[in-house]
Structure formats: C-alpha cells, structure tokens
C-alpha cells in the first residue's frame, strides 16, 4: 500500500534543460511534503519542502509546486546541472503525536548529462 | 563535526547473531528515528524516539529493540539475525520538520 508513489524510476535530461520529478500522494491527511536527494553511499539530504497551506516553494534553482486537488506534487530543477545527477525522494508528512514520520517515495533516479 | 552519526558503516554477520548499531546527533534535535531501506529501495520508518520517549513504533519485528540513553543517542539492537535482515539501515533526527537530517547509513549484510 503505497502512500506516496514516484511513477518514474528513472529521467534523463539535458544540462541546463529544465528536469521535473513527480510525486503522487494517496492519504489526504499528509500535510507537509520534502523532497530529498541521495548519492550512493550517503545519507538523504534534505532539499527543499512545501507545507500543504502552499502551492510553490522556491528555493534557487529548486521549485516544488503541490497540486492538493490532484494529490500531486512536482520538482522542478533549472537549469539542471551534472551535479544534480543523484536519486530524488519524495516524502510526505501527517503529524503523528509530535513526532515526525515521514512516508517515502521509491525514488527517481536523475541523470543529467553534459 | 558530523551532525547524524552512525556507527557502523558496514556490518557483515552471520544469522543468529545480535549485533548492534550506534547513533548520535549533535544537532540538539529532540527527536531521532530509525528508517530501513530495502532491497526495493523503499525508505521506511521502524522507531521515532521523542526526548527519550518512544512515539513510533512501526510493524517491525521484537527482535528489533531500540535504545536511547539520552536525547542525542538511538541505537537499534537487533537479536537473532536472519537474512531477511539485511538492508541499509539509516539513523536520523529531526526539531519538528526543521533541519530532518539523516545519517549516511549503516549497510547490515546478514551471511
């Protein structure tokens, strides 16, 4: 039962095109919403997040726009760079008791080439 | 000056055996959690520990038992290994919604 759902496993883009990443979201209490990015190896790393009260966050090269109607949120990253060639977490948030559990995504990998 | 540190990075270890991993954060979070990644790359919460007080307690088995001596530290005990066990494990902390920071991740390989 996935709550949060990343339809594309994978996307390539163009340096300096603009790379978009999908999220769809199932549970309607799901309030906050973050979207993380990992290399090999390491440990997520927060990117940028947007509360359920908005629909676009910026954040330099970094927009995340949620669509609550549609359960829908999206990353847009521009101009992509190589660097950004990473794997992309979506991740949502219903306020559990004061703790915070976070609901992934299974992640799209994002290849961006020179 | 690592903020989310987990120790160790790698552990490789036979079925049956107990084994531990360490976390600390010197973030002053109030909140820290143990999240396990699969072989399907699913993140996935097991624990959520508030100022030493457990608050999530996901579906995981009792042979996963967490511990919190204070604030800045989680570990996650783990008794009777099977192969099932084998993932990346990631400790992580957060203060409210700011600053979730997660650690780089311990990969447990059970032989």
């Known amino acids: 039962d996935q709550q949060v759902k990343q339809n594309s496993p994978s996307l390539r883009v163009q340096e300096g095109r603009i790379s978009i990443l999908n999220c769809d979201y199932t549970?309607?209490?799901?309030?906050?919403f973050l979207w993380y990015k990992k290399y090999p190896a390491e440990g997520p790393t927060f990117l940028i997040s947007?509360?359920?009260?908005?629909d676009k966050n910026e954040d330099g090269r970094f927009t995340v726009f949620l669509n609550k109607s549609a359960k829908h949120l999206s990353l847009h990253i521009v101009p992509s760079q190589p660097g950004d060639s990473a794997m992309y977490f979506c991740?949502?948030?219903?306020?559990?008791?004061?703790?915070?559990?976070?609901?992934f995504g299974k992640g799209t990998k994002l290849t961006v080439n020179p | 000056d690592t903020a989310v540190s987990q120790t160790p990075k790698y552990l490789v270890t036979q079925m049956g055996n107990d084994k531990s991993i360490k976390c600390e954060q010197n973030?002053?979070?109030?909140?820290m959690y143990w999240y396990k990644q699969d072989s399907k790359k699913f993140l996935k919460i097991m624990f959520s520990y508030n100022n030493k007080e457990l608050i999530i307690n996901e579906t995981v088995p009792n042979r996963f038992s967490p511990k919190s001596p204070d604030k800045a530290h989680l570990n996650l005990h783990i008794n009777s290994l099977e192969l099932g066990d084998s993932a990346v494990y990631f400790c992580?902390?957060?203060?409210?919604?700011?600053?979730?920071?997660f650690g780089s991740g311990t990969r447990l390989t059970v032989v």
């Open positions: 947007i509360s359920s009260i908005k």
């Open positions: 991740a949502a948030s219903a306020n559990q008791g004061g703790s915070e559990k976070l609901v």
């Open positions: 992580a902390s957060s203060q409210r919604f700011l600053g979730y920071t």
């Open positions: 973030l002053g979070h109030d909140t």
């Open positions: 549970n309607s209490m799901f309030d906050y």
